[in-house]
């Protein structure tokens, strides 16, 4: 049987970057991809990399859940110029990181080199280190935003990421952290205690939006470190509504643009006014 189409729009191509360490990134990439299910007006090309970064900067838009994964000076330039000439980026969780972590017989310390300076540009941040998963509480520092709309200050368990941020950042939502990071070289950034956790910032003609929350893993995913089988799937992170409802006006953002809420149509969706993601 044949269903009408859904959405409305014209055809949108979108490349989807997941892969990495650490993660359960088969889960966030079913995830994403049901998302991205509910635009029938999406083709979305998935990649585990940056490597084909000629089909990837072809796209209207890309979506990246990464880890570890860095992209050389030329694909983060390439990734750059397609941004400012219009692509809309959304980059996630640990997107923004490069981890070196112990050698065998070292000390159990993590670090996190200055290895992508041209993505770290591009994506407004750097990661340097988390706190242990807990609770944390996730404020809605621009309580107007279309993306936040109908969503107030909430708790979840995930990772809250202290990093080194740019000064052009529009935050949309932040958390107050101000402890150390057992484990992580740097420990802590002296004289700030907000941390963003949904901001975006304009490139030119696109626009980079970047939400740190979501973090999952599966038994097996901590084996390249020594621990073969966790024998726990950890995915509470996934399991907070606001979460849930953020994540799904950000890829109908990254899918439509500016006019993402004319065809964000999951039930429960908050019909506001279109506001501009960067007014």
């Excluded at 084996?223 to 799904?248: C, K």
Aim: include cysteine; proline fraction near 5%.
């Amino acid at each position: 049987m044949k269903t009408p189409a859904r959405c409305g729009a014209a055809r949108v191509d979108v490349a989807l970057v997941c892969g990495g360490r650490w993660h359960d990134f088969d889960y966030a990439r079913l995830r994403l991809l049901q998302w991205l299910d509910g635009h029938d007006s999406v083709r979305c090309s998935v990649f585990p990399d940056f490597s084909d970064i000629q089909a990837i900067c072809a796209t209207d838009a890309v979506i990246a859940y990464t880890c570890d994964i860095r992209p050389t000076a030329d694909q983060a330039l390439a990734l750059d110029q397609a941004v400012h000439s219009g692509t809309r980026l959304l980059a996630l969780h640990a997107t923004n990181s490069a981890i070196d972590a112990p050698l065998a017989g070292q000390e159990r310390v993590f670090r996190t080199p200055d290895a992508m300076p041209e993505f770290s540009a591009l994506l407004g941040n750097r990661f340097l280190a988390h706190p242990k998963i807990a609770s944390y509480r996730i404020a809605v520092a621009d309580t107007a935003h279309p993306l936040v709309a109908g969503i107030d200050d909430f708790d979840t368990i995930d990772e809250i990421y202290v990093s080194e941020i740019a000064d052009d950042l529009h935050v949309i939502l932040d958390t107050e952290y101000d402890g150390q990071c057992p484990g992580f070289e740097t420990q802590s950034v002296a004289g700030r205690r907000r941390h963003p956790v949904l901001f975006s910032r304009s490139h030119g003609d696109g626009h980079v939006l970047y939400f740190t929350l979501g973090h999952c893993r599966g038994r097996f995913d901590l084996s390249d470190i020594g621990i073969d089988d966790l024998q726990v799937i950890d995915r509470i992170a996934w399991d907070s509504p606001e979460f849930l409802a953020i994540m799904r006006r950000a890829v109908a953002w990254a899918v439509h643009g500016e006019r993402w809420q004319d065809f964000d149509r999951s039930p429960g969706t908050d019909h506001q006014p279109s506001r501009s993601l960067h007014e």
